[in-house]
C-alpha cells in the first residue's frame, strides 16, 4: 500500500501557483519524499526529491514541514501543460527493494 | 526525453498468445524496472533486473517473465494473455541498484491490448 494521502483532485488557474499537499505521517528517517508527474498515459515524470530540506529545480519547489509528515509540492506558474496527474511518493534509503509503490495521486486541473 | 526507450508502442493480441516487450535503458543505467497500469489498478511495480541479474519483485504473475541482456536492453515477456492483461507497460531505469538516492526515469511504455 502506498505510505502517502493525496486529495484525488484539484484545480488551479494558469499563471497562478498550483500548491498540491501530500500526508506522509509514517514516514521514516531514513524515507526521502519523491514527487512524480504523468500526463495522459505518458510514462511517469521525475520532478523533485527531498529528505527534510526544502528543495527547488527548474520545474518546481518541494516544501517539507519540519515533522517530515507532510509535503507540499509547488508549481511556480501553472500552465496548461501542467495538466497531470501528480504522484507523492516515500522511498527508503538503500533498500534493495527499490520497488515504487504509486498510489492514486492528485489530478490537477489548470483552469485557463 | 527520458532516454529510455520501448518498443513497441502499440500492441494488439488475441487470449492465449505470448508477446515480448523490449526496453532500452537510458546510456549508463544498469537497472531497468517493469511496471504495469491498468485501469483498476493504477501503476504497479512487477519486477526489477540489476546489471543482469533479477533484483526485486513485485507483483507479477507467473505467466510473466524478464530478463536483462549484456547490452542491458530488457525484455518482457507475456504468455496465456489473458483480456486482464489489457493494459500499459512502461520500463524505467537508474543508475547502479536503486534505492531512494537514485532516480527512476520512465520510458513512454507500451500499450497491450488482448482481445
Known amino acids: 500500500d502506498a505510505k502517502t494521502t493525496q486529495p484525488p483532485s484539484m484545480d488551479c488557474a494558469e499563471g497562478r501557483a498550483a500548491n498540491l499537499p501530500c500526508n506522509h505521517s509514517?514516514?521514516?528517517?531514513?524515507?526521502?519524499v519523491y514527487w512524480y508527474r504523468q500526463i495522459h498515459s505518458q510514462g511517469p515524470q521525475y520532478i523533485i526529491h527531498?529528505?527534510?530540506n526544502n528543495e527547488t529545480n527548474e520545474m518546481a519547489s518541494l516544501i517539507i514541514t519540519e515533522d517530515r509528515k507532510s509535503s507540499t509540492l509547488i508549481l511556480p506558474h501553472a500552465t496548461l501543460r501542467d495538466t497531470a496527474v501528480y504522484y507523492c511518493?516515500?522511498?527508503?534509503?538503500?533498500?534493495?527493494?527499490?520497488?515504487?509503490?504509486f498510489g492514486k495521486g492528485t489530478r490537477l486541473h489548470i483552469l485557463p | 526525453d527520458s532516454g529510455v526507450t520501448q518498443t513497441p508502442k502499440h500492441l494488439i493480441t488475441a487470449t492465449g498468445q505470448r508477446v515480448t516487450l523490449r526496453c532500452s535503458p537510458r546510456s549508463g543505467d544498469l537497472s531497468v524496472y517493469w511496471y504495469q497500469q491498468s485501469l483498476d489498478q493504477g501503476l504497479q511495480f512487477l519486477i526489477q533486473y540489476y546489471n543482469g541479474e533479477e533484483r526485486a519483485k513485485g507483483n507479477i504473475l507467473e505467466r510473466f517473465s524478464a530478463q536483462q541482456f549484456p547490452d542491458l536492453h530488457s525484455e518482457l515477456n507475456l504468455s496465456s494473455l489473458e483480456l486482464g492483461d489489457s493494459a500499459l507497460y512502461f520500463c524505467?531505469?537508474?543508475?547502479?541498484?536503486?534505492?531512494?538516492?537514485?532516480?527512476?526515469?520512465f520510458g513512454p511504455g507500451t500499450r497491450l491490448l488482448v482481445l
Open positions: 511518493i516515500v522511498r527508503v534509503h538503500m533498500n534493495r527493494d527499490d520497488k515504487i509503490i
Open positions: 509514517t514516514i521514516s528517517g531514513n524515507e526521502y
Open positions: 527531498g529528505l527534510k
Open positions: 524505467a531505469s537508474s543508475r547502479t541498484s536503486g534505492g531512494a538516492l537514485e532516480t527512476q526515469y
